[in-house]
């Protein structure tokens, strides 16, 4: 168990809708990581933010956005779904703001009808 | 752009048969090499973070070395519970992303 939760385990949709995943890190870790992992494009960093602020931004579309609430846990926004969005979300949480081993959550399956 | 390439694509061994996995990466200064684990259904598992050049670091079968060009993943004498996806992840000295290569699907067979 790494520590890190992430809900819902699974999320089914149809296209043009809205979402909204959640991620709580480990305990005592500052920063939350955003992934999205698919079949053909691998684990794609997404966002990271550190102790409420955004910190790194990776291959994050317009349609995405996340935020850190004080209490650390994390949510990804994910809206105007597409077919393409179908893929395993995951967050993942570090202690400090870089260099840092990432600690993951099992993700979060979203499919898109 | 960084990137993160690992061959082979798949591996099957035997148990005990020793193997080594390779990650190749291109970066703009390298801030840092992670080793992770997956398993079905499952997150990476954090392994190794390598730093530079020459630097080894050991973890019962596993080891992990790091070159300006490239890592591998050692391993010896593996079990059937090493079966898993293993990912190699490289971070720039800008810190500012992380790049995960397409992994290496490792089966042991008993």
């Known amino acids: 168990d790494s520590g890190v939760t992430q809900t819902p385990k699974h999320l089914i949709t149809a296209t043009g809708q809205r979402v909204t995943l959640r991620c709580s890190p480990r305990?005592?870790?500052?920063?939350v990581y955003w992934y999205q992992q698919s079949l053909d494009q691998g684990l794609q960093f997404l966002i990271q933010y550190y102790n409420g602020e955004e910190r790194a931004k990776g291959n994050i579309l317009e349609r995405f956005s996340a935020q850190q609430f004080p209490d650390l846990h994390s949510e990804l926004n994910l809206s105007s779904l597409e077919l393409g969005d179908s893929a395993l979300y995951f967050c993942?949480?570090?202690?400090?703001?870089?260099?840092?081993?990432?600690?993951f959550g099992d993700g979060t399956r979203l499919s898109i009808l | 752009e960084d990137q993160v390439t690992q061959s082979p694509e798949a591996l099957r061994l035997q148990e005990g048969e020793s193997s080594s996995l390779n990650c190749s990466y291109t970066?703009?200064?390298?801030?840092?090499l992670f080793w992770y684990r997956q398993d079905p259904g499952k997150g990476p598992e954090f392994l190794f973070t390598l730093y530079s050049a020459g630097e080894e670091k050991e973890k019962e079968r596993l080891k992990a070395t790091l070159t300006k060009k490239e890592s591998f993943l050692h391993i010896t004498a593996p079990k059937p519970e090493d079966s898993a996806t293993y990912l190699c992840a490289v971070q720039d000295n800008y810190g500012q992303n992380f790049v995960f290569g397409p992994g290496t699907r490792l089966s042991v067979l008993p």
């Open positions: 305990s005592g870790d500052l920063s």
């Open positions: 993942a949480s570090s202690a400090g703001w870089s260099n840092q081993p990432q600690h």
């Open positions: 970066v703009s200064g390298l801030r840092g």
